[in-house]
Nanobody, 118 residues
Framework: QAQLVESGGGLVQPGGSLRLSCTASGRTLRIYNMAWYRQAPGKQRELVAYIARAGSTNYADSARGRFTISRDNAKNTVYLQMDSLKPEDTAVYFC????????????WGQGTQVTVSS
């Protein structure tokens, strides 16, 4: 059973935008470092964006300048705003919690599909 729940994926045209959300019931996300990972078919899972408990952020080179990770502790939600989407952004996106910039945490969502295609 997934501890986190993602939403907001879908089909979008190149150049479009999507906002992914990650939340949890019965668990307070503000105490965790949080991250978004993605996995494309035939490829390894990769870190996309990371936000520490204190709010500092890091991005993969492929995401920097186009994606923004943020957190709203009052709503117990972490977001990934994705702009200027490209076909190569197509993947299943996963929310992850409890790790650090170099290590995946133990909390995972079920994933949400993002497809960028015309």
């Amino acid at each position: 059973q997934a501890q986190l729940v993602e939403s907001g994926g879908g089909l979008v045209q190149p150049g479009g935008s999507l906002r992914l959300s990650c939340t949890a019931s019965g668990r307070t996300l503000r105490i965790y470092n949080m991250a978004w990972y993605r996995q494309a078919p035939g490829k390894q899972r990769e870190l996309v964006a990371y936000i520490a408990r204190a709010g500092s952020t890091n991005y993969a080179d492929s995401a920097r300048g186009r994606f923004t990770i943020s957190r709203d502790n009052a709503k117990n939600t972490v977001y990934l705003q994705m702009d200027s989407l490209k076909p190569e952004d197509t993947a299943v996106y996963f929310c992850n919690g409890g790790g650090n910039i170099n290590t995946e945490g133990p909390l995972w969502g079920q994933g949400t599909q993002v497809t960028v295609s015309s």
